[in-house]
């Protein structure tokens, strides 16, 4: 995934964007970078990997060195950037959000055309950000160059210009699937992907861009350069695990959605007679409480945190780039409160299941210390789809999936043709998926949330979400 952050403004707003860009951390992983505009200096630039180490530690005194009345950051999963382009437009700081799946037909296409030269990267790829420049290039106007390249790509991405006169050019995906949030205070404008970002920076909402639109803005105004269209498939799976919990997307607030989430859930499980006797429900930490907290205030049992996830040292168990250390540090991370374990009867709700490997750890650490028995539910359907239009879940095959693997142990391949029934609770394939999963990784018991229940949390009509992941449906 990633987030970008940019403000165009009167007054010197490096530091601004620089806690701006750090507010989008839990986005992505891999890189980071800031770039800044002045008459004096004209375009500074900055990238950092920051897989071992947080933004903030590496662009602090970064950010203490650029100045502008102009900037713009990025926090990404993959390529480096922002990057700076010269081209007939001038020259501009660019960077994107989402993915490119079909980057490298694209890059192909590109060079057979000639004329087209990509910088080099480990492994032949291209950066997909300049793969859009690119794209941009081929037309006469900006926001034609940026519509080409919208509907050249198969994905979803979300594009953000840091123009030479200081204007900031912002561009939501064709469908709508990520959101871009546009703040406005009395010395100029903002754009973000995450909305808490600029509110705790004096910004208030301006407004929400619509599904392909093109915005300018400039410190005294903000200008369509391209309309765009209501309908929209933005993420649902951005509510339910991926946003943070201060976010606002579609007016429909994360922690709000989650809470709500959990209680649907716990009245689904009571009407079908499936809630099971346990001491407390927990949540899986971090995004996986909230919807505990709802499934506990539903069905009246007390809520606790039988572990604590150890932060202070290491925030994030995915950072070290070897897969055995990740583990490890994800098995040190995890304290028990043992009076809230031995002999207990809990039930956790996660915020998903996606390969389902940390989470029997989890549960494989919970049975050594002490639990009695351990019940499983997923605040969100079964992932039977790997995400083509984003990256949050990037993956080299679906089999890679849980279910996918479990379907085949199952029935063989067979079984891919009955995915919609092994979504179903209710159904017979459904439960032999449910208790395989049972199985194969210890749970006493384990449930999703439905597609149903999903789109009610969220309050937002189906139609207007992505839900591809769950269902496979466009």
């Not at 009395?186 to 970002?197: D, M």
């Not at 429900?281 to 996986?288: E, I, L, Y």
């Not at 693997?405 to 029935?411: A, K, L, M, S, T």
């Not at 210890?442 to 949330?449: A, G, K, R, V, W």
């Amino acid at each position: 995934m990633g987030g970008f952050f940019g403000i165009t403004a009167n007054y010197d707003c490096v530091q601004d964007v620089f806690f701006g860009v750090d507010y989008h951390s839990h986005l992505g992983k891999a890189r980071a970078g800031m770039a800044a505009l002045n008459e004096q200096e004209g375009f500074q630039r900055e990238i950092h990997n920051i897989e071992n180490s947080p933004f903030h530690t590496k662009f602090d005194n970064i950010a203490g060195r650029m100045q502008g009345y102009a900037a713009i950051g990025c926090i990404c999963d993959q390529d480096p950037q922002p990057l700076l382009i010269r081209s007939k437009f001038g020259t501009y700081a660019i960077s994107i959000v989402g993915m490119i799946a079909n980057a490298k037909a694209l890059t192909d296409e590109l060079l057979s055309r000639g004329g087209a030269i990509f910088q080099g990267m480990s492994g032949g790829a291209v950066n997909s950000t300049e793969i859009l420049a690119t794209l941009i290039e081929e037309k006469e106007t900006l926001a034609e160059g940026i519509l080409h390249a919208q509907k050249s790509i198969e994905g979803a991405v979300s594009i953000l210009l840091l123009l030479e006169n200081g204007h900031i050019v912002c561009a939501r995906d064709k469908d709508g699937r990520l959101p871009v949030s546009v703040g406005k205070n009395e010395h100029g404008f903002c754009v973000s992907f995450e909305s808490f970002a600029y509110e705790k920076l004096g910004f208030e909402l301006y407004r929400e861009l619509e599904s392909g639109e093109i915005l300018e803005l400039s410190p005294t105004e903000a200008r369509v350069l391209s309309k765009g269209k209501k309908e929209k498939k933005i993420c649902a799976f951005l509510w339910t695990y991926y946003g943070y919990p201060t976010a606002t997307y579609e007016g429909v607030n994360v922690e709000m959605m989650r809470v709500k989430n959990g209680e649907i859930m716990a009245e689904s499980e009571e009407k079908n007679g499936t809630l099971p006797d346990v001491d407390y429900v927990c949540g899986v930490p971090d995004s996986g409480t909230p919807h505990a907290i709802g499934y506990a205030h539903r069905t009246g049992k007390p809520f606790a945190r039988p572990f604590i996830k150890y932060t202070p040292a290491w925030a994030r168990s995915f950072t070290p780039s070897n897969q055995k250390e990740r583990k490890k540090i994800a098995k040190m991370k995890q304290i028990p409160v043992h009076g809230l374990i031995q002999d207990k009867n809990l039930l956790f709700v996660d915020d998903s299941i996606v390969r389902g490997t940390q989470l029997s750890e989890t549960v494989d650490f919970l049975y050594r210390n002490g639990a009695k028995s351990v019940h499983i539910r997923s605040a969100c359907p079964p992932i039977m789809y790997g995400c083509k239009y984003l990256n949050f879940s990037p993956s080299t095959s679906e089999m890679d999936l849980l279910t996918r693997r479990v379907i085949v142990d199952i029935e063989g391949e067979e079984g891919f043709s009955h995915l919609e029934e092994y979504s179903d609770a209710t159904s017979e394939r459904g439960k032999r998926l449910r208790a395989a999963i049972c199985k194969k990784l210890h749970f006493d018991s384990l449930e999703f949330q439905s597609l149903e229940g999903v789109a009610k949390a969220i309050g937002i009509e189906p139609c207007q979400l992505c839900t591809y992941c769950w269902n496979g449906k466009e």
